[in-house]
């Protein structure tokens, strides 16, 4: 499975706001320098997100997005699925008339694949992701700190 660019930059984004908007509101000029999105993309991204009620926006100075609902209630498809990038591995997109206007031999495997890949999505939490995160920076060993004549710095 390959998932669009706008499927993957939307759930980054999301990511980015729940990991960042626990300060306040988080800019889609901020998102776009943390995560390399151009601020024109994320815009679009946006107007899709704030239509499904997954973000809400605060105007004037010192506004910007925050998460529309908890972490927890915001699932991986919910965000793919609001900017429209469901991937469906059916080569007729569902509509049953993939072999000479009928439906293929294989219809029902790549269906069955469709389907399973939705619960996968819709069964991880934005919520999961940060939690997952802090998990991973918890388990790495600190970073050493090489000083010009490759000693640590820390041994001093």
């Known amino acids: ?21 626990v300060k306040g509101p988080v800019t889609l000029a901020e998102i776009s320098e943390n995560q390399g999105i151009s601020l024109s993309y994320l815009e679009q991204l946006f107007a899709a997100l704030r239509s ?18 908890s972490a927890d209630d915001i699932s991986i ?34 269906d069955d694949l469709s389907a399973e890949i939705f619960d996968f999505l ?11 995160g802090a998990k991973e920076a918890e388990s790495k ?3 050493l700190n090489v000083v010009a004549n490759g000693e640590d710095s820390r041994a001093a």
């Open 77 to 110: 498809a919910n965000i793919i699925c609001a900017v429209d990038e469901w991937v469906e591995f059916t080569r007729c997109g569902g509509r049953q008339n993939c072999s000479r206007g009928s439906r293929c031999l294989t219809h029902s495997l790549w």
């Open 122 to 132: 819709a069964n991880i939490s934005l919520g999961d992701l940060v939690r997952r």
């Open 1 to 21: 499975m390959r998932l669009s660019t706008k499927g993957r930059y939307a759930v980054t984004a999301m990511l980015d706001l729940a990991l960042n908007g």
């Open 52 to 69: 499904k009620e997954l973000v809400r926006g605060v105007r004037g100075p010192g506004g910007g997005y925050y998460l529309g609902k």
């Open 141 to 143: 060993p600190p970073a």
